[in-house]
């Protein structure tokens, strides 16, 4: 099969179109033939060589694809057939034409989606789905802070929000990413390059804030956190490091702090939350009253593209590529 090969530590210009044995099924898993597959930042940091796929995992950049069931093991899987459409979620081999995946990381694609924006889906709705719903209980009257508010998770993270009724405040870096986040309901926004988030939220503050920054945001967010709220850190744009750290601020606030990934999560966690998800919000994916929100598609020979548009955060919602 076709794989999307890399030189670790490469650029994105390094990117290539490679052969490859097509992976073998083990208990439990599916075999997909991918349609298309979605970009994500942990594709770039594993090009980057910081960022290794778990161990047993596959060792090909992807996290999420869309596509149809072409194989199933004899009796082991009774929930899917050959010829299903699905998207769903995996820890490594997005990028081929074939992917293995446990057949539990997948759901069934609505009839009303087309595969790129099935690959757009499961990445960004289930962590946003994880950090608001399982990591914090969001209820109806909570406030939420989401910043990179126009990045696929953002994105996800407000509609989801909206869909319990909560008030939802964004950060982003352009009047055109504010935009998108007001149409997907974001109610209040804020130019981190004209405004200074903590000024506007100081005298209100939010319950939940979502993070993908870090660094210098940590004791900011502590400031508009509302006492008993929590910080969700999802990823460390600004760096790893935190100097100053104000340990009184969150004492003070009896802040929750928790940082939160999904790639290096068990099987059974991930086959746990993506039902949770299916029970809650599948629906509203079918009905499309929650969308996934695409920036720009590539034919696979132009990953390279995708890779560089995300690199200089140039995207609004997710960037697709298809074979």
């Known amino acids: 099969m076709r794989f999307i090969d890399f030189i670790s530590g490469g650029s994105a210009e390094h990117l290539s179109i490679g052969e490859t044995d097509t992976p073998k099924l083990c208990d439990g898993q599916v075999l997909v033939r991918v349609e298309a597959f979605g970009i994500n930042r942990a594709d ?21 694809i869309a596509g149809e069931v072409v194989e199933i093991p004899s009796g082991l899987v009774t929930r899917f057939q050959v010829g299903d459409k699905v998207f769903g979620l995996v820890a490594g081999g997005a990028y081929a034409e074939f992917v293995a995946v446990d057949a539990s990381h997948i759901l069934p694609l609505p009839e009303s989606l087309d595969y790129v924006q099935g690959a757009a889906l499961a990445e960004c709705f289930l962590t946003a789905f994880q950090a608001m719903f399982v990591e914090y209980q969001l209820r109806t009257e909570h406030s939420v802070l989401i910043h990179a508010g126009a990045s696929g998770v953002g994105l996800a993270a407000i509609q989801l929000a909206k869909q319990v009724g909560c008030q939802v405040v964004v950060t982003a870096s352009s009047a055109n990413k504010l935009a998108a986040c007001q149409q997907y309901g974001a109610d209040t926004l804020i130019n981190y390059q004209e405004q200074d988030f903590v000024e506007v939220l100081k005298s209100t503050g939010v319950d939940l804030i979502i993070d993908f920054v870090g660094g210098d945001y940590v004791n900011r967010n502590l400031t ?12 460390m744009l600004a760096g790893r490091y935190v ?81």
């Open 243 to 323: 100097e100053n750290f104000d340990t009184a601020l969150l004492l003070g606030k009896r802040a929750t702090f928790k940082g939160s990934t999904l790639r290096n999560r068990s099987n059974s966690y991930k086959t746990a939350l993506i039902k949770a998800f299916e029970q809650q919000c599948w629906a509203s994916l079918y009905n499309q009253q929650l969308k996934s929100v695409i920036d720009n598609v590539y034919p696979v020979q132009d990953v390279a593209l995708a890779h560089e548009q995300m690199e200089n955060n140039r995207n609004i919602g997710k960037l697709v590529c298809y074979w």
């Open 44 to 64: 770039l940091l594993q090009r980057a060589g910081k960022y290794p796929a778990p161990e047993g995992e596959s060792p090909i950049l992807g996290l999420e």
């Open 224 to 235: 508009v956190l509302k006492r008993d709220g929590c910080i969700i850190q999802l990823a």
